[in-house]
Every structure is written in C-alpha cells, then in structure tokens.
C-alpha cells in the first residue's frame, strides 16, 4: 500500500513538472512575440515620426523662402540676358540665380574649375574641349542652349564684291573660333584652306589667298572694336549683338541653320567633372531649354541667337 501510494505521489510530481516545463515554453513564446510586437511598433512610429520631421522641414524651408543659389558665369549679350529670363522661373522653383558677366573667354572657365562658381554659360563645346586640353581643367557640357551663327560684317567696305589686293579681315584669334571664321571666308571664296584643316584651321592653314587678304588675328572681345580699321571683320553672334549688329540684316555672310557649323558650336553650360547630374543645374538646364525661353530667344535677337533642340 505505501508503495502504491508513493506511485501515485511520484507521479503527480512527473505531471507538475510537465506542465509547469509547458507553461514556461508558453511564457516564453509569449514574451518573445510581445518583444518583437513592441520593436516593429517602435520602427514604425520612429519611420512616421522621421517622415513628418522631413515634411515639416520642406514646409518651413518653403515658409522662410530658403532657396539653393546657383552662381553662374557668362558672357553679357546674350547669355546673361538669357539667364536673367531664366532666373525668374527659377525662382518659383526654389533656386537663386546669381549671374556674374565676364568679358572674356578665360576667367568663366578658371572661375568653374576652382569652385568659385557652380557654372558658366558662354562656349561652344569645341572650346570647352580645346581649354581643357590646353589647361588641364576637368569641366564638361550639362547641357546645349543655343548656337549662334557667325557672320562676316561690313568694315570700311559695304560688300563681299568690293573685295581688294591687300584688304584686312579682323578675326578671333583662339583656336576653336578663328577655324570657325576661316572656314566662314572659304565658304564664301574668299580664301581656300589646306585639305582636312578643318576646326584646326589657322592662318598658316591657307592654301590660295587670290586677293592677298591679310588675316588681322585679335581677341574676340576686340575684334568688333576695329570694324572702322579693316575691310571687313568676322564675329562671333554675342559680339555681333553687343556691337548693335544683326545677323539677318546686317551679315554679310553668314553660317547657315542647318550647317554643320551650327550643330558642332551650340552653346552649352559648363560644370565641372561630377557636378553634371546635380539637381540644381539640372533645373537650369530644364529652365533653359523650356517653351518660354525659346520664345524669348527668338523675338529678342532676330536670328543672331538659335534655340538648340
């Protein structure tokens, strides 16, 4: 009997045991998906809570009018004119224009490549690549705006027909530009250059001179300034502009729309290496090719500037 009774005893104490083991894993479950309960809870409500925080902070930006300046360089006809079209728009959008003008072709580039200035608006790309390889700078093309033509204006002679033995012809003297208005002159047969010159072409790339021109080479914010000292002389459009000429009514000659000229020297904003896919000049470069501003270009500067598609 005692033996039996100690049976029943020790078995009791076996179930115990068993259920208590059982309610300890169920504790533990238990605790366990509260846990991980309470951790999704706290991601969430730190997520909601993160996102709010960046809602409120662009609503108070938008509040107090803070705005991302954006300092460009550029020529002052008619690229700043363009830009100042331009900083209107931009101004909705969130970002200052500063536009700073330089009257020649160096400072833009040096100003970009140091930092200084977050862009420059004022060169086609074959002077953009011809200064880096000259300079070692490292700045690239974010984006075309405009080409414009280049065009033969009247000096102390009023036409191509009046062309004499020994006339000067005032032309820009850097690389790029001066090929441009040497293959301008051989167009118009006045000049005939060595085969496959090209965009290299320089004076000493002339072939047949029948009338013994004489090529004035001078900087090409200089070359409008000596219209009264040589036959003729060959502009760049902004210049032109500058100078109070007109392509359609005043050139000449002139480059034509649909000429290589006019798709190999469009106008472009310049960056340095990796600032190209920034938001901010990717704004400006929308702003720039937008309807608006293409109908600002084309009933303001009579064919001396050409929206670029």
Known sequence: MKKKVLSLLLAGVLVTGAL????????????????????????????????????TEAEEKENTGETTVIKIAASPTPHAEILAQAKTILADQGYDLEITEFEDYVQPNEVVESGEFDANYFQHIPYLDSFNE?????????????????????????????????????????TTNE?????????????TLKEGAGLEATVTDIAENPHNIEIVEL???????????????????????????????????????????????????????????????????????????????????????????
């Open 20 to 55: 208590t083991g059982c309610g300890s894993e169920a504790a533990k479950e238990e605790t366990t998906q509260a846990q991980t309960e309470a951790a999704t809870e706290a991601t969430e409500a730190e997520e909601t809570e993160n996102t709010e925080a960046e809602a």
């Open 179 to 191: 090929a441009r208005a040497l293959l301008l002159l051989q167009d118009n047969g006045i000049i």
């Open 134 to 174: 000259e300079k070692g700078t490292h700045l690239v093309n974010a984006g075309g705006i405009h080409y414009e033509p280049f065009g033969i204006y009247a000096g102390t002679k009023t036409s191509l027909d009046d062309i004499a033995d020994g006339d000067t012809i005032a032309v820009p003297n850097d």
């Open 219 to 309: 900087e090409a914010a200089q070359v409008a300034r000596v219209v009264s000292e040589n036959a003729y002389v060959v502009l760049n459009g902004n210049y032109a502009l500058e100078a109070g000429f007109s392509v359609g009514k005043d050139a000449l000659a002139y480059e034509k729309t649909d000429s290589e000229a006019a798709k190999t020297y469009v106008n472009v904003i310049a960056v340095k290496e990796g600032n190209e896919n920034n938001d901010a000049i990717k704004a400006l470069v929308d702003v720039l090719k937008s309807d608006a501003i293409k109908d600002y270009i084309n009933s303001t500067y009579d064919g001396a500037v050409i929206p670029f598609e």
